[in-house]
């Protein structure tokens, strides 16, 4: 009887540490040595400007708060809440900056919202609309994306 305890203790631990997610690792910041010639880059903005008069967005608003974007930058990260949120900025290179503003859906920009939303954030464009997934879906629909799933 105690071995069936113990066994099912064990295999109860061992599901719920499957179970658990490991946390968002943070959004990655690119050097100022690399920053040259790189084609993206990543980089902190300071903190925001709080609105001369605060509104009230809707739950289901894809607009946030407005932000401080410097310019030359296509979309803001931003991850955490309240006093612990920050705001990353992902500035692309000249060409990429041109691609991504008449294509959105090109792997490049996509690969840049997937890397923050992989640390926990969300991103949002310089104007402040959010790119949620059901934008990502429709980018997707746009180019005919096909994922092939192994068995």
């Known amino acids: 009887m ?17 179970c658990t997610s ?9 050097k100022p040595g690399d920053a040259a010639g790189a084609s993206v880059v990543r980089r902190p ?4 400007t709080p609105p001369a008069v605060a509104s009230i967005a809707k739950p289901e608003s ?5 932000f401080v974007v410097p310019p030359g ?3 803001v990260c931003v991850s955490g809440s309240g006093e612990q949120r920050q705001q990353t900025a992902i500035e ?7 691609l991504c503003t008449k294509h959105p859906e090109m792997a490049p ?9 992989r640390s926990g954030g969300r991103v949002y464009e310089a104007n402040g609309t959010e790119i949620t997934l059901q934008t990502e879906a429709e980018y997707d629909k746009k180019v005919m994306r096909v994922r092939f799933k192994s068995n």
């Open 62 to 66: 894809t607009t946030v708060t407005p």
């Open 45 to 48: 903005i300071g903190e925001p």
């Open 92 to 98: 692309f290179a000249p060409k990429v900056r041109e």
């Open 2 to 18: 105690i071995k069936y305890r113990v066994g099912s203790l064990v295999v109860g631990m061992m599901v719920a540490t499957a």
């Open 73 to 75: 930058i296509q979309y």
């Open 22 to 30: 490991p946390p968002p690792e943070p959004m990655p910041i690119t």
């Open 109 to 117: 920009c996509q690969y840049e919202r997937n890397v923050c939303r």
